[in-house]
């Protein structure tokens, strides 16, 4: 059963899974669809979210975001653990997969629509639906699979150019791909802009046969978590507003900086730290 208030046109479309992540201080909500659409919220859109989830799953973080909720037994649980070699990741339970037909009619030519995999949950063929839309990718819940022991683990993406080539841009972290650079100049060449985040490194941007590399601030890292979604969402977005993949990066590689120094959802940014990156800084 989909869980649909009535709502309202939105101007960013989020679809993938809300999450319960699993933490040492207990669980949270996250998810690329909680940090995604709560920056686009920060950015002062209108914002909605496609996805799955059991209904004891509280949105309360998510207020002022509009929720198309199917009502699943599950929520897509993960539980993160850093190591000094990286994190290591397990995948307990995940929620059914989303379709066209859950996205309601009135979100249907919403001008930015961000898909957000985080447990292989997105129809593919969503990439075909939004003709008249702005389409980010971030495609990390493609990228990854899961062993007997529910470890999460890089997998192979056969679908990659189908997919790439019908996004406006894409956003993926090394991690996603293993640091296999002979991968990430497959998909370069499959998408119009690609960006690949290279964590406390910065970020590049492959565009038109050019790549540039974006270095962020220096910041005490508290929390990494969510950073490439803050990312993602400010990058679609200023692309959207600039058409210019040069100030698109410098602007999300500042928000995703600023991310890093909180924990959990508090790393969205603020309006005022919003206000505060646009101003270009060279």
């Given at each position: 059963?989909?869980?649909?208030?009535?709502?309202?046109?939105v101007?960013?479309?989020?679809?993938?899974?809300?999450?319960?992540d699993?933490?040492?201080?207990?669980?949270?909500?996250?998810?690329t669809?909680a940090y995604?659409?709560?920056?686009?919220r920060?950015?002062?859109?209108?914002?909605?979210?496609?996805?799955?989830?059991?209904?004891?799953?509280?949105?309360?973080p998510?207020?002022?975001?509009q929720?198309?909720a199917?009502?699943s037994?599950?929520?897509?649980?993960?539980?993160?653990?850093y190591?000094?070699?990286?994190?290591i990741?397990h995948?307990?339970?995940?929620?059914p997969?989303?379709?066209?037909?859950l996205?309601?009619?009135?979100?249907?030519?919403?001008?930015?629509?961000?898909?957000?995999?985080v447990?292989?949950?997105?129809?593919?063929?969503l990439?075909?639906?939004?003709?008249?839309?702005?389409?980010?990718?971030t495609?990390q819940?493609?990228?990854?699979?899961?062993?007997?022991q529910?470890k999460?683990i890089?997998s192979?993406?056969?679908?990659?150019?189908y997919?790439?080539?019908?996004a406006?841009?894409a956003?993926i972290?090394?991690?996603?791909?293993?640091?296999?650079?002979?991968?990430i100049d497959?998909?370069?060449?499959?998408?119009?802009?690609l960006v690949?985040?290279?964590?406390?490194?910065?970020?590049?941007?492959?565009?038109?046969?050019?790549?540039?590399?974006?270095?962020?601030p220096?910041?005490?890292?508290?929390?990494?978590?969510?950073?490439?979604?803050?990312?993602?969402?400010a990058?679609?977005?200023r692309?959207?507003?600039?058409?210019?993949?040069?100030?698109a990066a410098?602007?999300?590689t500042?928000?995703?900086a600023i991310?890093?120094?909180?924990?959990?959802?508090?790393?969205?940014?603020t309006?005022?730290?919003v206000?505060?990156s646009?101003?270009?800084?060279?």
């Open positions: 059963m989909l869980n649909m208030p009535p709502v309202e046109p101007d960013y479309l989020v679809i993938g899974h809300l999450t319960k699993m933490a040492p201080e207990g669980a949270h909500i996250g998810g669809a995604a659409s709560l920056t686009a920060a950015l002062g859109l209108r914002v909605g979210v496609v996805t799955a989830c059991a209904s004891d799953v509280s949105t309360v998510l207020d002022g975001v929720i198309a199917l009502s037994d599950v929520t897509t649980t993960f539980e993160n653990v190591t000094p070699k990286g994190r990741q995948l307990y339970s995940v929620a997969s989303l379709d066209y037909y996205v309601p009619e009135l979100w249907r030519n919403t001008p930015i629509v961000h898909l957000g995999p447990a292989r949950e997105v129809d593919l063929n990439v075909r639906s939004f003709p008249d839309s702005f389409l980010g990718l495609p819940g493609w990228l990854r699979d899961w062993d007997a529910r999460v890089s192979e993406w056969p679908e990659a150019r997919v790439l080539e019908k406006n841009a956003v972290s090394i991690e996603d791909v293993d640091y296999d650079e002979d991968r497959e998909m370069a060449y499959s998408c119009h802009i690949v985040t290279e964590a406390a490194a910065g970020a590049r941007v492959y565009w038109n046969g050019d790549i540039r590399r974006f270095r962020p220096i910041v005490e890292e508290i929390d990494p978590v969510g950073a490439g979604d803050v990312f993602a969402a990058f679609f977005y692309l959207h507003s600039t058409r210019d993949p040069w100030e410098r602007f999300a500042q928000l995703a991310s890093v120094t909180r924990r959990g959802l508090e790393g969205v940014p309006q005022e730290e206000q505060a646009m101003i270009e800084v060279f």
